[in-house]
């Protein structure tokens, strides 16, 4: 099994900044894609950012420009950096890995983090 572990969620001001961590550990032969995905209440669970084994990301059209992710693959950790935070990027944020098991590629969701940004 893999687990995720997420952290650096919380209250911030507008235009304020916070950096959320996701940490895999477990049973792996190695992690492949990292991402950062975000659920609004009422709302579906949308893909904020993505990086590759190699470090190619593909970001949201909302988030570009204030975001970076980015990963540690020696610690098997994936960052959000959000910059310029607006009330509308209040949501729960969530990590989903896909980590090859036996030859096979399985997804893992994290328990989420909750982001508030106060106008």
């Known amino acids: 099994q893999v687990q995720l572990v997420e952290s650096g969620g919380g209250l911030v001001q507008a235009g304020g900044s916070l950096r959320l961590s996701c940490a895999a550990s477990?049973?792996?032969?190695?992690?492949?894609?990292m991402s950062w995905y975000r659920q609004a209440p009422g709302k579906s669970r949308d893909l904020v950012a993505s990086?590759?084994?190699?470090?190619?990301?593909n970001y949201a059209d909302s988030v570009k420009g204030r975001f970076t992710i980015s990963r540690d693959n020696a610690k098997n950790t994936v960052y959000l950096q959000m910059n310029s935070l607006k009330p509308e990027d209040t949501a729960v944020y969530y990590c989903k890995t896909v980590a090859v098991r036996i030859g096979i590629q399985y997804s893992y969701w994290g328990q989420g983090t909750q982001v508030a940004v106060s106008s």
């Open positions: 477990g049973n792996f032969f190695s992690i492949n894609a």
């Open positions: 990086i590759t084994s190699a470090g190619s990301t």
